[in-house]
């Protein structure tokens, strides 16, 4: 069974930039029929999709975070990674990486077990 | 954008209680809606795409409904584990993706 599993630092100062990246285990990142997600839940409230990517590298970002939001690839390591710059107190959220499928009403269908993210200096 | 609004925000239920969750999307959707139950603590799990084909392991007393701006999440007899926060999302404006507020279930 293909497992997600996230991993980087838990605390980040405001103005900083935020790195996680997703391990993709028991499976291929390269799938031709899934994207590669981050999703993330502040504290208590809902889910927000911060972005996708395929493995050829073509992206799509949620257009709130559009402008400080950069998702790679890199198939030669089965991973993805999140970049969110400039990052203040409302980036303090659980982040989860997720497999996305490219049919059957894009769901996300296979998830990490999350990382929490504190934005404090 | 779209906008999804679940009702209720929260819902009290017995075990074996049949229960229905609404869904409701600024716009017409189609049928591109999916359903996830989250623990606290847990990441969500997927339960059903499509608004209404249920996910391979996912129980039969779980079902799912409609299409267009209307949807519901229907748990027929509920079961201790069943008690989690549900979310709907739609995937209509692929590439971008929103989900409903959620709804937590809560044992009365």
């Known amino acids: 069974q293909l497992q997600l599993q996230e991993s980087g630092p838990g605390l980040v100062k405001p103005s900083e930039t935020l790195s996680l990246t997703c391990t993709v285990s028991?499976?291929?990142?390269?799938?031709?029929?899934?994207?590669w997600c981050w999703i993330r839940q502040p504290p208590g409230k809902g889910l927000e999709w911060i972005g996708s990517i395929y493995y050829s590298g073509n992206t799509y970002y949620n257009p709130s975070l559009k402008s400080r939001v950069t998702i790679s690839v890199d198939t030669s390591k089965n991973q993805f990674s999140l970049k969110l710059s400039s990052v203040t107190a409302a980036d303090r959220a659980v982040y989860y990486c997720?497999?996305?499928?490219?049919?059957?009403?894009?769901?996300?269908?296979?998830w990490g077990q999350g990382t929490m993210v504190t934005v404090s200096s | 954008d779209i906008q999804m609004t679940q009702s209720p925000s929260s819902l009290s239920a017995s075990v074996g209680d049949r229960v229905t969750i609404t869904c409701r999307a600024s716009?017409?959707?189609?049928?591109?809606l999916n359903w996830y139950q989250q623990k606290p603590g847990k990441a969500p799990k997927f339960l059903i795409y499509a608004a209404s084909s249920l996910q391979s392991g996912v129980p039969s007393r779980f079902s799912g409904s409609g299409s267009g701006t209307d949807f519901t999440l229907t748990i027929s007899s509920l079961q201790p584990e069943d008690f989690a926060t549900y979310y709907c999302q739609q995937s209509y404006s692929s590439p971008e993706y929103t989900f409903g507020q959620g709804t937590k279930l809560e044992i009365k």
């Open positions: 028991s499976g291929s990142i390269s799938s031709k029929t899934h994207y």
């Open positions: 997720a497999r996305q499928r490219s049919y059957q009403s894009n769901a996300f269908d296979i």
């Open positions: 716009q017409s959707i189609s049928y591109y």
